[in-house]
């Protein structure tokens, strides 16, 4: 059943003023296991966004009738955080940034896109100048904006018990982001990961991303997790054991996707807990996916065939009445400091990933030192290369001096400096959630 208040874009406009809380002046930074806002502890009450789904990947923050239709109904949801997926860096966001910041929402952006991703079955062919410039612009072209409270360096690369040794690589990307942010941008912006909650490696993952080096580790962590149900409860979901798993670690958690959706309409009990005292002293918050409605069924709201408008479905309201049933806690919500960082898990047959990360690639030494140039969207040739005849990847200490990147007159596919281009075909999807499909989750 739906609630039929249609929403056109047109009018969208007027609703916002009425609804636009202070613009934000202040980002969200990091202290001990949570984030603040100021002195101010911040939770993470936000959706997953990307109208569309994988069937239909554009910039919805590059759409001015877009996010004057959608945010100012996320407003009156009661958020303050939303997940982009997929942008096009080289398109102007500086108006439904601007929307975002006057309703008093941050955005957390994924820096992959199904051209430009980390590949987990050749991780080290994918990690290349080509695909740094385009991370690397991204954080120029977001890091302006004081609402942008952090980047995902990529979401469940590693999502089965056999593909872990990827890991290697997005700690170097974490790694090379946070060099960058620190040389580039003016303040510092925290950099994450989002895992799949695989049983075989969920605590190496999150042991993994922040052990070593202080300057390789994660600034936050987070978990998509699909495990509360229906009519559950902080116990029988098993979220009990997730808080005793995560006791004591480091940094900021959060769930990076949640709402289970079977059985549907969804209630989101879970709500209780999560901005409880059960769970507030080592996670902060989460994003249910997703806000718009697509063929996974997760919708809060549904967009019209002409999508001009939106209708906001009971999964909209049931989650309206329990963020206002639930306030975020007062005071610091029993966060920690000084917490010492993670062990690195030792290299075993269930835990390939590597303790001693690759180097920056030195083709992508310039990016580093000079910035990353303009932003060249989707044009160009992807970061996506295997070795000819599908052989093994290459080893962590041998980085590729230069992708080979084809030059114009070349097509994807043909054999370039020893590698073939495979534009995107690895890149699986950018928003099907593990409850949907076990294992099918994006390489991003």
Not at 16 to 29: C, D, G, K, Y
Not at 45 to 65: E, F, I, K, M
Not at 226 to 250: E, H
């Amino acid at each position: 059943m739906r609630n039929f208040r249609a929403v056109a874009a047109a009018t969208a406009v007027v609703a916002f003023s009425a609804l636009a809380s202070a613009a934000i002046t202040t980002p969200v930074t990091v202290k001990g296991n949570a984030f603040f806002v100021g002195n101010d502890r911040f939770y993470i009450r936000g959706v997953d966004y990307q109208p569309g789904g994988s069937s239909d990947l554009a910039d919805p923050l590059a759409n001015t009738t877009t996010c004057s239709r959608d945010i100012p109904i996320m407003k009156e949801l009661g958020l303050n955080a939303v997940r982009v997926y997929t942008i096009d860096n080289s398109k102007d966001h500086s108006e439904c940034m601007k929307m975002l910041s006057d309703a008093g929402i941050y955005l957390i952006l994924d820096v992959n896109t199904p051209k430009f991703s980390v590949n987990r079955d050749y991780p080290m062919y994918s990690y290349n100048d080509v695909y740094l410039q385009h991370v690397f612009a991204t954080i120029d072209v977001f890091g302006k904006y004081t609402n942008t409270l952090g980047f995902f360096a990529a979401n469940e690369v590693t999502n089965m018990a056999n593909n872990t040794r990827a890991a290697t690589v997005v700690k170097a990307v974490i790694r090379d982001m946070r060099e960058y942010i620190g040389k580039h941008v003016g303040r510092p912006i925290p950099v994450g990961y989002s895992a799949a909650d695989v049983a075989e490696n969920r605590m190496e993952m999150a042991q993994y991303m922040n052990c070593g080096d202080a300057n390789t580790r994660s600034d936050f962590y987070t978990i998509n997790d699909y495990s509360w149900c229906g009519k559950s409860s902080f116990m029988v979901s098993g979220w009990d054991q997730k808080v005793k798993n995560y006791t004591d670690y480091s940094i900021p958690i959060f769930l990076s996707e949640f709402g289970c959706n079977v059985p549907s309409p969804r209630t989101f009990g879970e709500i209780t807990s999560l901005y409880s005292s059960d769970m507030t002293g080592v996670f902060s918050g989460g994003l249910v996916y997703e806000f718009t409605q697509e063929a996974s069924k997760y919708g809060l709201v549904q967009v019209s065939d002409d999508g001009k408008s939106v209708e906001t479905l009971v999964d909209y309201d049931n989650l309206q009445k329990m963020y206002k049933a639930t306030a975020p806690p007062t005071g610091d919500g029993g966060f920690q400091e000084n917490l010492p960082a993670e062990k690195c898990p030792d290299q075993t047959s269930l835990w390939e990933a590597s303790n001693t990360l690759p180097d920056l690639p030195s083709a992508a030494s310039v990016y580093m030192k000079s910035g990353a140039g303009d932003p060249k969207g989707t044009n160009g040739p992807s970061n996506q290369y295997m070795p000819k005849n599908n052989g093994p990847d290459a080893a962590f200490t041998d980085v590729p001096a230069s992708s080979g990147s084809p030059k114009s007159t070349e097509t994807p596919g043909a054999a370039v400096g020893g590698r073939e281009m495979v534009a995107g075909s690895l890149w699986v999807g950018v928003i099907v959630p593990l409850a949907a499909f076990a294992g099918a989750m994006l390489v991003f």
